[in-house]
């Protein structure tokens, strides 16, 4: 099987497995010494369900200044629901809150495995599908002094931490497209790249990485005061605005089906394009004066690269639809087997829904693709 492998910003292609360094650096000092504070990498995060951002029942509408406390893997005095900002549209708070976790949990794998001189690693989400991590150390690693290697140790777990929780992420919309149930008797489908989803996910990553960088205070601390200020940033409104604001898109953007929300928009964007995922504002939002959108930039790999590092990142997607899966990226061929890299697999996945999208009569989707 060929497979594409990206150390940093280069594209190689080879043969899947190739380039897999299975034996570890020589351990430089003791183990366990770098940590950023308030997260633990043998602590993964909890199950947070998201909420459809649809005025529609089971739906909460949040107050911006009433989000209470962020907590690492749930506090009971912190709220999950929809906020409406006017420069970002829908923000679902269990989304962001996903993400940073995510983002913080696998910055402090990565920084636990470089100070063990790990060359590979693997870790799993929610989902059954198996990620597979290989680096490749500067080759002057071992002549850096101590202080050095932890400072850029610490920088390059922080992109590449928010950078794998972005691919699962993405990874995990995909995924609910194609048929994957985390509930056997609910579908998520009517969710998969809903209109909010991706910039919320987003959003998660860019404020993890900020709280990554504030080693003064606890990592929940420092993340419920950036959670406070983006959407101060972002224009977010009142509940009652908000509510207001998605009840005027009904049948537009959403619609009720007896005791079914139908999802109508959607958003691809995972930045293939411009490297920028570019959220969408609703149109009866009035109480925004002519707003911009404001877009955010994917995680990259372009500053581990610069410290030397290289980077290679596969999935084993160990579930029910992996051939549908396999076969809509690659085509109807033996040779389409995992593990898959993202940097091949995404876009031409990407394709392929986009063009389901239209099949299925989603409106949107239809005008996105006809735009390319």
């Not at 190739?18 to 602590?43: E, H, K, M």
């Not at 999950?80 to 910055?107: E, F, M, P, Q």
């Not at 005061?225 to 953007?253: H, K, N, S, Y």
């Not at 009720?256 to 394009?273: A, C, K, M, P, Y």
Request: charged letters at 25%; a negative charge.
């Amino acid at each position: 099987m060929l497979s594409a492998s990206v150390f940093g910003c280069r594209q190689t292609v080879r043969l899947a497995g190739s380039a897999v360094r299975q034996n570890p650096l020589r351990r430089i000092g003791p183990s366990g010494g770098w940590t950023f504070n308030g997260l633990d990498a043998r602590v993964p995060p909890s199950y947070r369900p998201g909420s459809y951002a649809s005025a529609t029942r089971r739906v909460t509408f949040l107050d911006p200044a009433d989000l209470g406390p962020h907590g690492y893997r749930f506090d009971g005095a912190e709220r999950s629901g929809i906020v409406y900002t006017c420069r970002a549209g829908h923000i679902d708070i269990a989304h962001v809150r996903k993400a940073i976790d995510w983002t913080g949990y696998l910055a402090a794998v990565v920084l636990d495995r470089i100070e063990a001189g790990r060359t590979t690693f693997q870790f799993k989400q929610i989902e059954p599908s198996l990620y597979h991590v290989d680096l490749t150390f500067p080759d002057d690693w071992t002549d850096l002094d101590d202080g050095q290697r932890e400072r850029i140790a610490r920088e390059v777990a922080c992109d590449l931490g928010a950078h794998l929780a972005w691919t699962g992420l993405t990874w995990h919309e995909i995924l609910t497209w194609f048929g994957y149930r985390f509930k056997i008797w609910q579908s998520e489908f009517p969710s998969a790249f809903s209109w909010e989803d991706n910039y919320s996910n987003l959003l998660g990553t860019r404020i993890a990485v900020a709280a990554l960088g504030d080693e003064s205070r606890p990592f929940d601390e420092v993340v419920t005061d950036l959670l406070d200020e983006w959407l101060v940033e972002l224009g977010a409104q009142p509940a009652e605005a908000a509510e207001e604001i998605t009840g005027a898109m009904r049948d537009r953007w959403f619609s009720s089906q007896g005791f079914f929300t139908v999802i109508h928009e959607r958003n691809f964007d995972i930045g293939l394009d411009d490297g920028h995922v570019t959220p969408r504002l609703a149109p009866t939002a009035v109480v925004c004066d002519d707003p911009e959108p404001r877009p955010l930039a994917i995680p990259t790999l372009d500053r581990p690269a610069r410290h030397g590092f290289l980077v290679r990142v596969q999935i084993e997607p160990r579930v029910w639809e992996e051939r549908r899966i396999l076969t809509a990226a690659f085509g109807p061929s033996d040779e389409a087997t995992g593990p898959l890299e993202p940097v091949v697999a995404f876009p031409l996945l990407m394709d392929y829904i986009e063009r389901d999208a239209v099949a299925r009569g989603i409106p949107r989707a239809e005008s996105e693709v006809a735009g390319k």
